[in-house]
Nanobody, 123 residues
Framework: QVQLVESGGGLVQTGGSLRLSCAAS????????MGWFRQAPGKEREFVAA????????YYADSVKTRFTISRDNAKNTVFLQMNSLKPEDTAVYYC????????????????WGQGTRVTVSS
């Protein structure tokens, strides 16, 4: 069992930056691939970024790949999402998730989910 708690969301102006964190508790964090997803009001949840268990592999949605960076610290059981050059369309609740299989964009591949942290980008 893995419990995930996101933090770092908030209100930021267009062009600003935020760093989201996802702290994991439970066993074997280093065995899980980690992903970030987001859900904007009235829209379906969408993939944002993912990082492999070892931290070597990563994958990004096209909409964020030049602006966001995913990283992890397995010693601290934490995954991060550095978000730069934020746009109003990045406004959403951001969720981190943990999964045993490397299918980064597939939400069904993730077994555990956090409660989310809200990001609002004002224009």
């Amino acid at each position: 069992q893995v419990q995930l708690v996101e933090s770092g969301g908030g209100l930021v102006q267009t062009g600003g930056s935020l760093r989201l964190s996802c702290a994991a508790s439970g066993r074997s964090f280093g065995n899980y691939h980690m992903g970030w997803f987001r859900q904007a009001p009235g829209k379906e949840r969408e993939f944002v970024a993912a990082i492999g268990a070892s931290g070597i592999s990563n994958y990004y949605a096209d909409s964020v790949k030049t602006r966001f960076t995913i990283s992890r610290d397995n010693a601290k059981n934490t995954v991060f999402l550095q978000m730069n050059s934020l746009k109003p369309e990045d406004t959403a609740v951001y969720y981190c998730a943990a999964g045993a299989y490397w299918l980064p964009t597939n939400a069904n591949a993730y077994n555990y989910w956090g409660q989310g942290t809200r990001v609002t980008v004002s224009s």
